[in-house]
Protein backbone atom coordinates (compact mmCIF):
# COMPACT_ATOMS: atom_id res chain seq x y z
CA UNK A 1 0.00 0.00 0.00
CA UNK A 2 1.70 3.07 -0.93
CA UNK A 3 -1.41 5.41 1.24
CA UNK A 4 -0.46 8.00 3.82
CA UNK A 5 -2.62 7.29 6.64
CA UNK A 6 -3.37 9.21 10.00
CA UNK A 7 -4.08 7.32 13.03
CA UNK A 8 -5.17 8.76 16.50
CA UNK A 9 -4.94 7.06 20.05
CA UNK A 10 -1.96 5.70 18.00
CA UNK A 11 0.37 5.06 21.23
CA UNK A 12 -0.84 1.63 22.05
CA UNK A 13 -3.47 -0.87 22.50
CA UNK A 14 -5.46 -0.93 18.81
CA UNK A 15 -4.05 2.38 17.67
CA UNK A 16 -0.34 1.14 18.14
CA UNK A 17 -1.09 -2.38 15.96
CA UNK A 18 -2.85 -0.14 13.59
CA UNK A 19 0.23 2.03 12.90
CA UNK A 20 2.75 -1.90 12.99
CA UNK A 21 0.16 -3.19 10.37
CA UNK A 22 0.35 -0.15 7.71
CA UNK A 23 3.83 0.23 8.19
CA UNK A 24 4.57 -3.25 7.51
CA UNK A 25 1.91 -2.83 4.54
CA UNK A 26 4.41 0.15 3.06
CA UNK A 27 2.92 3.11 4.23
CA UNK A 28 2.99 5.94 5.56
CA UNK A 29 1.47 6.80 8.78
CA UNK A 30 0.80 9.95 10.89
CA UNK A 31 0.33 8.92 14.70
CA UNK A 32 -0.89 10.79 17.26
CA UNK A 33 -1.85 10.47 21.20
CA UNK A 34 -0.88 12.40 23.92
CA UNK A 35 2.03 10.17 24.91
CA UNK A 36 4.15 10.84 22.52
CA UNK A 37 7.47 9.25 23.84
CA UNK A 38 5.13 6.09 23.45
CA UNK A 39 4.88 6.85 20.03
CA UNK A 40 8.71 7.57 19.17
CA UNK A 41 9.59 4.48 20.39
CA UNK A 42 8.86 2.72 17.49
CA UNK A 43 11.05 4.84 15.20
CA UNK A 44 10.24 3.96 11.88
CA UNK A 45 11.44 6.40 8.53
CA UNK A 46 7.62 6.20 7.57
CA UNK A 47 6.08 7.19 10.61
CA UNK A 48 5.85 10.77 11.61
CA UNK A 49 4.77 10.97 15.26
CA UNK A 50 2.74 14.11 16.30
CA UNK A 51 1.53 14.95 19.67
CA UNK A 52 -2.26 14.82 19.73
CA UNK A 53 -4.99 15.29 22.12
CA UNK A 54 -8.21 15.08 20.36
CA UNK A 55 -10.50 16.67 22.80
CA UNK A 56 -7.90 19.84 21.78
CA UNK A 57 -9.38 22.08 18.63
CA UNK A 58 -6.04 23.42 18.06
CA UNK A 59 -4.35 19.83 18.74
CA UNK A 60 -6.46 18.75 16.22
CA UNK A 61 -6.62 21.29 13.79
CA UNK A 62 -2.35 20.47 13.80
CA UNK A 63 -2.76 16.73 13.41
CA UNK A 64 -5.36 17.30 10.23
CA UNK A 65 -2.59 19.94 9.04
CA UNK A 66 0.54 17.42 9.03
CA UNK A 67 -1.67 15.04 8.01
CA UNK A 68 -2.59 16.60 4.81
CA UNK A 69 0.76 18.08 4.30
CA UNK A 70 2.04 14.65 3.92
CA UNK A 71 -0.65 14.01 1.66
CA UNK A 72 -3.16 11.77 3.66
CA UNK A 73 -5.76 9.60 1.94
CA UNK A 74 -7.22 7.72 4.99
CA UNK A 75 -7.74 8.87 8.66
CA UNK A 76 -8.10 6.16 11.53
CA UNK A 77 -10.11 7.66 14.31
CA UNK A 78 -9.37 5.22 16.72
CA UNK A 79 -8.72 7.41 20.60
CA UNK A 80 -11.07 6.46 23.01
CA UNK A 81 -11.66 5.94 26.39
CA UNK A 82 -14.23 4.02 28.58
CA UNK A 83 -15.90 4.47 32.12
CA UNK A 84 -18.54 1.72 33.08
CA UNK A 85 -20.85 2.62 36.17
CA UNK A 86 -24.12 2.88 36.90
CA UNK A 87 -25.99 6.10 36.08
CA UNK A 88 -26.03 7.22 39.31
CA UNK A 89 -22.56 7.11 39.55
CA UNK A 90 -21.66 9.01 37.18
CA UNK A 91 -19.59 12.45 37.25
CA UNK A 92 -19.73 15.56 35.26
CA UNK A 93 -15.89 14.42 34.86
CA UNK A 94 -16.69 11.43 33.83
CA UNK A 95 -19.21 12.54 31.24
CA UNK A 96 -16.72 15.07 30.07
CA UNK A 97 -13.90 12.30 29.74
CA UNK A 98 -16.09 10.13 27.35
CA UNK A 99 -18.27 12.59 25.63
CA UNK A 100 -15.04 14.88 24.78
CA UNK A 101 -12.50 12.01 23.82
CA UNK A 102 -14.74 9.51 21.93
CA UNK A 103 -17.48 11.90 20.22
CA UNK A 104 -16.31 15.49 19.94
CA UNK A 105 -12.48 14.50 19.28
CA UNK A 106 -13.81 12.62 16.32
CA UNK A 107 -15.40 15.12 15.26
CA UNK A 108 -12.63 17.62 15.68
CA UNK A 109 -10.21 15.35 14.18
CA UNK A 110 -12.22 14.61 10.73
CA UNK A 111 -13.24 18.41 10.33
CA UNK A 112 -9.32 18.94 10.60
CA UNK A 113 -9.18 16.58 7.17
CA UNK A 114 -12.08 17.07 5.43
CA UNK A 115 -11.23 20.08 3.51
CA UNK A 116 -7.94 18.01 2.19
CA UNK A 117 -10.12 15.23 1.29
CA UNK A 118 -12.94 16.89 -0.18
CA UNK A 119 -10.28 18.13 -2.80
CA UNK A 120 -8.98 14.58 -3.01
CA UNK A 121 -12.10 13.06 -4.04
CA UNK A 122 -10.44 9.17 -3.28
CA UNK A 123 -10.20 9.33 0.74
CA UNK A 124 -11.31 6.77 3.28
CA UNK A 125 -12.22 7.63 6.99
CA UNK A 126 -12.71 4.87 9.09
CA UNK A 127 -13.96 4.85 12.82
CA UNK A 128 -13.21 2.48 15.46
CA UNK A 129 -16.73 2.57 17.84
CA UNK A 130 -17.51 -0.85 19.57
CA UNK A 131 -20.11 -3.70 19.27
CA UNK A 132 -22.30 -1.36 21.60
CA UNK A 133 -22.83 1.22 18.93
CA UNK A 134 -25.78 0.28 18.67
CA UNK A 135 -26.98 -1.43 21.79
CA UNK A 136 -26.62 -0.81 25.58
CA UNK A 137 -26.31 -3.02 29.28
CA UNK A 138 -25.72 -2.16 33.07
CA UNK A 139 -23.42 0.28 33.45
CA UNK A 140 -22.82 1.17 30.11
CA UNK A 141 -24.85 3.86 29.69
CA UNK A 142 -21.99 6.77 29.24
CA UNK A 143 -19.43 4.51 27.46
CA UNK A 144 -22.40 3.54 24.76
CA UNK A 145 -24.58 6.78 24.57
CA UNK A 146 -20.88 7.99 23.41
CA UNK A 147 -20.78 5.10 20.90
CA UNK A 148 -24.21 5.36 19.54
CA UNK A 149 -23.13 9.27 19.19
CA UNK A 150 -19.55 8.39 17.55
CA UNK A 151 -22.12 5.67 15.25
CA UNK A 152 -24.32 8.65 14.15
CA UNK A 153 -21.17 10.83 12.73
CA UNK A 154 -19.80 7.97 11.51
CA UNK A 155 -23.03 7.64 9.13
CA UNK A 156 -23.72 10.73 8.71
CA UNK A 157 -20.24 11.26 7.48
CA UNK A 158 -20.95 8.69 4.81
CA UNK A 159 -24.23 10.64 3.28
CA UNK A 160 -22.41 14.10 3.33
CA UNK A 161 -18.79 12.19 1.84
CA UNK A 162 -20.83 10.55 -1.38
CA UNK A 163 -20.59 13.98 -2.83
CA UNK A 164 -16.78 14.13 -2.98
CA UNK A 165 -15.84 10.13 -2.64
CA UNK A 166 -15.77 9.34 0.80
CA UNK A 167 -15.82 5.98 1.54
CA UNK A 168 -16.95 5.61 5.58
CA UNK A 169 -16.48 2.41 7.47
CA UNK A 170 -17.10 1.70 10.84
CA UNK A 171 -15.03 -0.95 12.59
CA UNK A 172 -17.16 -2.35 15.66
CA UNK A 173 -14.53 -4.12 17.95
CA UNK A 174 -16.19 -6.78 20.97
CA UNK A 175 -13.83 -7.62 23.39
CA UNK A 176 -10.10 -6.78 22.62
CA UNK A 177 -6.96 -7.17 25.34
CA UNK A 178 -5.80 -3.65 25.30
CA UNK A 179 -5.43 -1.03 28.18
CA UNK A 180 -9.06 -0.21 27.72
CA UNK A 181 -10.71 1.25 30.28
CA UNK A 182 -7.63 1.59 33.20
CA UNK A 183 -6.74 -2.03 32.39
CA UNK A 184 -3.57 -4.07 31.83
CA UNK A 185 -2.84 -5.59 28.57
CA UNK A 186 -2.76 -9.27 29.01
CA UNK A 187 -4.81 -9.75 32.05
CA UNK A 188 -5.86 -13.52 32.68
CA UNK A 189 -9.29 -13.22 32.06
CA UNK A 190 -9.11 -11.29 28.71
CA UNK A 191 -7.43 -14.89 27.59
CA UNK A 192 -9.45 -15.90 24.17
CA UNK A 193 -10.15 -11.59 22.92
CA UNK A 194 -9.63 -10.62 20.28
CA UNK A 195 -6.56 -8.88 19.96
CA UNK A 196 -5.13 -5.68 18.63
CA UNK A 197 -3.90 -6.84 15.35
CA UNK A 198 -7.17 -8.43 14.83
CA UNK A 199 -8.55 -5.14 14.60
CA UNK A 200 -5.60 -3.72 12.72
CA UNK A 201 -6.26 -6.71 9.88
CA UNK A 202 -10.00 -5.34 9.77
CA UNK A 203 -8.37 -1.62 9.37
CA UNK A 204 -5.71 -2.93 6.54
CA UNK A 205 -8.07 -4.93 4.62
CA UNK A 206 -10.81 -1.98 4.30
CA UNK A 207 -7.98 0.27 3.18
CA UNK A 208 -6.55 -2.80 0.45
CA UNK A 209 -10.54 -2.74 -1.55
CA UNK A 210 -10.34 -1.79 -4.95
CA UNK A 211 -11.74 1.83 -5.62
CA UNK A 212 -15.27 0.44 -6.45
CA UNK A 213 -15.17 -1.24 -3.21
CA UNK A 214 -16.47 0.53 -0.03
CA UNK A 215 -17.17 -1.35 3.05
CA UNK A 216 -19.48 0.31 5.38
CA UNK A 217 -19.30 -1.94 8.78
CA UNK A 218 -17.37 -4.77 10.39
CA UNK A 219 -18.72 -6.11 13.47
CA UNK A 220 -15.79 -8.50 14.82
CA UNK A 221 -16.03 -10.59 18.56
CA UNK A 222 -14.09 -13.05 20.02
CA UNK A 223 -15.37 -16.37 19.80
CA UNK A 224 -16.15 -17.03 23.43
CA UNK A 225 -18.24 -13.45 23.58
CA UNK A 226 -21.83 -14.00 23.80
CA UNK A 227 -23.64 -13.44 20.37
CA UNK A 228 -26.03 -10.14 21.30
CA UNK A 229 -27.40 -8.76 17.89
O1 LIG B 1 -7.70 1.16 24.25
P1 LIG B 1 -6.28 1.60 24.87
P2 LIG B 1 -8.09 0.43 22.87
N1 LIG B 1 -6.36 12.18 22.63
O2 LIG B 1 -6.64 2.21 26.17
C1 LIG B 1 -5.64 7.16 23.07
C2 LIG B 1 -12.52 0.98 21.12
N2 LIG B 1 -12.96 -0.30 21.68
O3 LIG B 1 -6.94 0.31 21.97
O4 LIG B 1 -3.44 9.81 24.43
C3 LIG B 1 -5.65 11.34 21.88
O5 LIG B 1 -5.33 0.45 24.83
C4 LIG B 1 -4.58 6.63 24.00
O6 LIG B 1 -3.37 7.40 23.84
P3 LIG B 1 -2.85 8.52 24.90
C5 LIG B 1 -12.34 2.07 22.14
O7 LIG B 1 -13.56 2.67 22.50
C6 LIG B 1 -12.14 -1.05 22.46
O8 LIG B 1 -8.85 -0.79 23.22
O9 LIG B 1 -1.36 8.46 24.71
N3 LIG B 1 -5.58 10.03 22.09
C7 LIG B 1 -4.36 5.24 23.46
O10 LIG B 1 -3.39 5.24 22.43
C8 LIG B 1 -11.43 3.02 21.40
O11 LIG B 1 -12.18 3.91 20.60
C9 LIG B 1 -12.61 -2.25 23.01
O12 LIG B 1 -3.33 8.10 26.25
C10 LIG B 1 -6.25 9.54 23.15
C11 LIG B 1 -5.71 4.88 22.87
O13 LIG B 1 -6.48 6.08 22.76
C12 LIG B 1 -10.60 2.11 20.51
O14 LIG B 1 -11.25 0.84 20.52
C13 LIG B 1 -13.91 -2.65 22.76
C14 LIG B 1 -7.02 10.36 23.99
C15 LIG B 1 -6.48 3.92 23.74
O15 LIG B 1 -5.77 2.71 23.85
C16 LIG B 1 -9.17 1.92 20.96
O16 LIG B 1 -9.14 1.48 22.31
C17 LIG B 1 -14.72 -1.86 21.98
C18 LIG B 1 -7.05 11.74 23.70
N4 LIG B 1 -7.74 12.61 24.45
C19 LIG B 1 -14.23 -0.70 21.44
N5 LIG B 1 -7.57 9.58 24.96
C20 LIG B 1 -11.79 -3.14 23.87
N6 LIG B 1 -10.52 -2.88 24.04
O17 LIG B 1 -12.32 -4.15 24.41
C21 LIG B 1 -7.16 8.33 24.73
O18 LIG B 1 -15.99 -2.28 21.80
N7 LIG B 1 -6.36 8.29 23.65
Same mark, same amino acid.
Given at each position: SHHTVAVTG????IGQAVVRALLERGARVVAGARDVSALEA?? !??NLTAVSLDVTDPAAARAFGARAAELGASALINNAGVGVFKPTEEITLEDYRRVMDTNVLGTLLVTQALLPHFQARRDASVINVTSDVSDRTFAGGALYTASKFAQRALTRALAYEGQAYGLRVTEIRPG? =? &???? +?DTQQG? +??? !??WLRAEDIAQAVVYVLS??? !??? =? &?ELLLHPVQQEVTF
Open positions: ASRGLP !HPM =V &DTYF +AE +AHK !HGQPP !HLR =V &D
